[in-house]
């Protein structure tokens, strides 16, 4: 699976969030995935890739747990 670009994702559950860039755990070496809900405080967030792009399980549909919408 390719990396995500940045732009506007949309969860699962239906909220926006802005996919701003990936970065590499100092220890691990994982890569996370850098990220603002476009709600509230709006405060920076991360997740590990993997997370980001699996998919989910909701009313016996599955779909990948961020959709790309459009770039930021």
Known sequence: MS???????QH???NEYELIG???HSE????LVVYRPQYGE??????PLAMWQETVERDGEVK???SYL???
């Open 3 to 9: 990396d995500p670009q940045p732009g506007i994702y």
């Open 12 to 14: 699962f559950k239906g």
């Open 22 to 24: 990936l970065a590499t």
């Open 28 to 31: 691990t070496e994982e890569t």
């Open 42 to 47: 709006r405060a920076l967030w991360v997740r």
């Open 64 to 66: 990948p747990r961020f």
């Open 70 to 72: 459009r770039p930021a």
